[in-house]
Nanobody, 123 residues
Framework: QMQLVESGGGSVQAGGSLRLSCVAS????????MGWFRQARGKEREGVAG???????SYADSVKGRFAISKDNAKNTLYLQINSLKPEDTAMYYC?????????????????WGQGTQVTVSS
């Protein structure tokens, strides 16, 4: 079975940094389009970052310059480095995977999801 387990969230002050991790099992992330999404309370889920099987990243405009997606294929783990956190970044962050996509980018359609890790940013 395909599984994704996120970790690394927490409560931080504005301007701080977090590194989120997503450990995959049941499949090899090197063969997949991978992404990070977030969902704030009462809001719809939005894609923030994606990375294709060749390691090419993409980002939503709202997070460019602050977020960095990467992966360690040997560890079968996806990462999201978040710098200069803002209160509006407060959300549950989910990693996602999809093999079949017409275009692998932050807003692609993903079929496999983790349970999420909470990021809370205070001012």
């Amino acid at each position: 079975q395909m599984q994704l387990v996120e970790s690394g969230g927490g409560s931080v002050q504005a301007g701080g940094s977090l590194r989120l991790s997503c450990v995959a099992s049941g499949f090899t992330i090197d063969d997949y389009c991978m992404g990070w999404f977030r969902q704030a309370r009462g809001k719809e889920r939005e894609g923030v970052a994606g990375i294709d099987s060749d390691g090419r990243p993409s980002y939503a405009d709202s997070v460019k310059g602050r977020f960095a997606i990467s992966k360690d294929n040997a560890k079968n783990t996806l990462y999201l480095q978040i710098n200069s956190l803002k209160p509006e970044d407060t959300a549950m962050y989910y990693c996602a995977a999809e093999y079949w996509v017409s275009a692998c980018y932050y807003g692609a359609n993903f079929g496999t999801w983790g349970q999420g890790t909470q990021v809370t940013v205070s001012s």
